[in-house]
């Protein structure tokens, strides 16, 4: 019940093209669904946010569509540009709770020029 | 602002011996995290503060793990004695507020630790 589960593990995709990484989950307490962003070397970077009163996010290139009654949520890049290779990793929180943020396992992303 | 910052930046040990890692918040920040990431897997929370307190420990491995956030500021997150299966980067996260107001975690960029 507290995991959440992402596909796919890898995913390579050309210059200008969508990217499209899923995320499950299986807590319907789960009130806070973020997406982070990882370079090698570093920290994860928050890149967008959706609460489960929304079923649409956007901001510039990268949007998060959130189905509530399926408890899935994906994010979408599109234009999708060398810069963007990186892992990302969806994360779920019982934010009410006070509970910290529950990571999936992310996806590795590879953009081709 | 300055970042959350982390030392050392890598730390190679053998098995049996103990370890410790330091984590500087962002100044201001209440909520202080250690996670621990495996290659090739997401972040795994090990313990949470708020100011100087711990919020949740449930998943931190008590028998070698310890942490301590003295004044609620700077943190410690100890391993005696350190095993093979340590082996990991361990990431502090700072927010400012609790999370039930969805404050971004901010990351460090971890301290890499093998352990031979």
């Known amino acids: 019940q507290q995991q959440v589960k992402q596909s796919p593990q890898s995913l390579i995709v050309q210059k200008g093209g969508i990217s499209i990484i899923n995320c499950a989950y299986e807590n319907t307490a789960f009130d806070y669904f973020p997406w982070y962003q990882q370079f090698p070397g570093k920290g994860p970077a928050l890149l967008i946010a959706?609460?489960?009163?929304?079923s649409e996010k956007k901001e510039g290139r990268f949007t998060i569509s959130f189905n509530k009654s399926a408890k899935q949520f994906s994010l979408h890049i599109m234009d999708s540009q060398p810069g963007d290779s990186a892992t990302y990793f969806c994360?779920?929180?019982?934010?009410?709770?006070?509970?910290?943020?529950?990571f999936g396992k992310g996806t590795t992303l590879s953009v081709s020029s | 602002e300055a970042g959350v910052a982390q030392s050392p930046r890598y730390k190679i040990i053998e098995k049996r011996q103990s370890v410790a890692f330091w984590c500087n918040p962002i100044s201001g920040h209440a909520t202080l995290y250690w996670y621990q990431q495996i290659l090739g897997q997401g972040p795994k929370l090990l313990i949470q503060f708020q100011n100087n307190g711990v919020v949740d420990d449930s998943q931190l491995p008590k028998d070698r793990f310890s942490a301590e956030r003295l004044k609620g500021v700077d943190s410690t997150l100890k391993i005696q004695p350190a095993k093979l299966e340590d082996s990991a980067v361990y990431l502090c996260a700072s927010s400012l507020e609790r999370p039930r107001n969805n404050s971004p975690l901010h990351f460090g960029n971890g301290t890499r630790l093998t352990v031979t």
């Open positions: 994360a779920a929180s019982w934010s009410r709770a006070g509970t910290a943020l529950i």
């Open positions: 959706i609460r489960p009163d929304v």
